[in-house]
C-alpha cells in the first residue's frame, strides 16, 4: 500500500511544495507537483540511489562563497603558469629534436658490391708508379676498371694549399671530436665531401715530379690490396707484376697526400679517417700501410635511406733496408677487410602518446606542488598571527558573535513540516 506526504521545503533562495507518492515496496518514486523544485533537494528527499553514486564524487564543487583567495596564492599561480609554460616549451624542443640509434646486425648482404673512390698524389712520375688492386678471390684486375693517372707537380699553388689546408684541419678535427659532435653532424646533414683542388694560380717552370691517381672502381665485397708501388703493373694469369728493373733508389720518394678515399656513396654524418692526409718521407724506400676496417652502414632518415660505408684505420710505416733486415716492397699499401657487423643509423623520435603524457605531469605535478606550498604558507602564516594576536582576536570574535546572534531572529518554524498523514 502506499503512502502520501506533503512537505515544506525551506530554502535559501525561495519557498516550494512538492506532492509525491512512493511505493515501499519497489521504491518508485512518482512526482505530481515541483514548482521550481532545485534537482538536488529532490534526491535527497527521494533516498534514490543516486545518492551513493555521489557518494564516490572524488571531485567536490564549492561554491564560491567558500572560496578564499589571497596574495600568496595569487603570486604562486603566475610562478606555476609561468613554470608550466617553460617546460612545455622545453619537452615540445626535445620532442621536435630527433635523435639516431645505432644497431648492430650480423650482414647478410653477400652479393653486395663495394665501392672504392680515390684521389691521392704521389710525389714520383706517373711513369715510374702503378697502381693495382687484388682481391682475396684473386681476380684479374681488369676486371674492377682502371684508375686516372695525372701528371702534375707534388708542390700545391698558394691558392690549392689554402684549399687543402682548410679541408685538412677541418677533418682533423672532426676525427678527433667525432664522439663529441656526431649527433650535431647527423641532425645537421654535413657531408664531407672533398672538393676537387681548383686550377693553379702560379705554373711552376720544370716538369713534372708527381702523379694524381684518382677515380672510382667497383669491387668485390671481400677483403682486398689497393696499392701504389714503383714501376709499371703487368698483368699475368693469377695476379700482376711491377715492373721497376730500371730504376735506382734515388728515384724512389713514396711522399703522398691524400685528398679522397672513400668506400660507398656520400652519407651525411660520417667522417673518412684518411682524407686530408699528408706524408712526407724522409728515406726514399719506405713501406706505408694502411689495415682498413670497412664497415657497411644503413642510414635512414624520415627522408632517405642511403646503403654506405665507414672505416677505420691503422697506420704503419717502416723503411726498407735489405742489409738491416727489413725486407719488403716498398710503396704505399692500403689493405682493407669488410667487417661481418653491419650498422644501421636510424633516425628515431619519441612516441606521441609519450609525449603528450609527459606534458600531462608536468601540468598535474606543478598543480598539485603549488597547492602543497601554498596550504604550507598559509598555515603558517595563520600560526604566527594566532600567536602574535591571540587574545585581541578572541575578544573580537566573542563580541561579533553575541551581535551576531543577537541580530538573528529567533522563529519556530522547522524546515520540513508534515503537515498530513493519510
Known sequence: MATMYYFIITNTRNTSICLYL???????LIVIETPKIYIDYLIIVTGSKLNKVKELDFFPKLEESFKQKS???????????????????????YFLDSKFV?????????????????????????????????????????????????????????????????????????????????DILWRSRYMHISQKLPPRSEIPKRSYDACRIHGSLTLNKVSGNFHITAGR?????????????????????????????????????IVHPLEGDETIASENMVLYQYFIEVVPTTVKTFLTTVDTYQYSVKELSRPIDHNKGSHGMPGIFFKY???????????????????????????????????????????????????????????????????????????NIPDVVPLQNF
Open 22 to 28: 512512493q511505493s515501499l515496496h519497489r521504491g518508485i
Open 71 to 93: 596574495s600568496v596564492g595569487g603570486t604562486l599561480s603566475i610562478v606555476s603558469f609561468l613554470l608550466i609554460f617553460w617546460l612545455i616549451y622545453s619537452e615540445t624542443v
Open 102 to 182: 645505432f644497431k648492430f646486425t650480423p650482414d647478410t648482404d653477400f652479393n653486395a658490391k663495394l665501392k672504392i673512390n680515390v684521389d691521392l698524389t704521389v710525389a714520383m712520375p706517373c711513369s715510374n708508379v702503378g697502381a693495382d688492386i687484388l682481391d682475396s678471390t684473386n681476380q684479374n684486375v681488369l676486371k674492377f676498371g682502371s684508375l686516372e693517372e695525372e701528371d702534375t707537380w707534388f708542390e700545391l699553388a698558394p691558392n690549392q694549399r689554402r684549399q687543402f689546408e682548410n679541408e685538412r684541419h677541418m677533418n682533423s678535427y672532426l676525427r678527433e671530436e667525432y664522439h663529441a659532435v656526431k
Open 233 to 269: 703493373s703487368l698483368s699475368i694469369p693469377r695476379g700482376h707484376i711491377h715492373i721497376s728493373s730500371f730504376m735506382s733508389d734515388k728515384d724512389y720518394n713514396f711522399t703522398h697526400r691524400i685528398n679522397r678515399f672513400n668506400f660507398g656513396d656520400p652519407s651525411p654524418g
Open 337 to 411: 677487410d669488410v667487417s661481418a657487423l653491419k650498422v644501421h643509423v636510424i633516425q628515431e623520435r619519441e612516441n606521441v602518446g609519450m609525449f603528450l603524457a609527459k606534458l600531462c605531469s608536468i601540468i598535474g605535478g606543478i598543480y598539485v606542488c603549488s597547492s602543497i606550498i601554498n596550504s604550507f604558507i598559509q598555515f603558517i602564516s595563520s600560526f604566527f598571527i594566532r600567536k602574535l594576536y591571540k587574545k585581541p582576536l578572541k575578544n573580537d570574535s566573542t563580541q561579533n558573535t553575541n551581535l551576531i546572534v543577537d541580530q538573528v531572529p529567533k522563529t
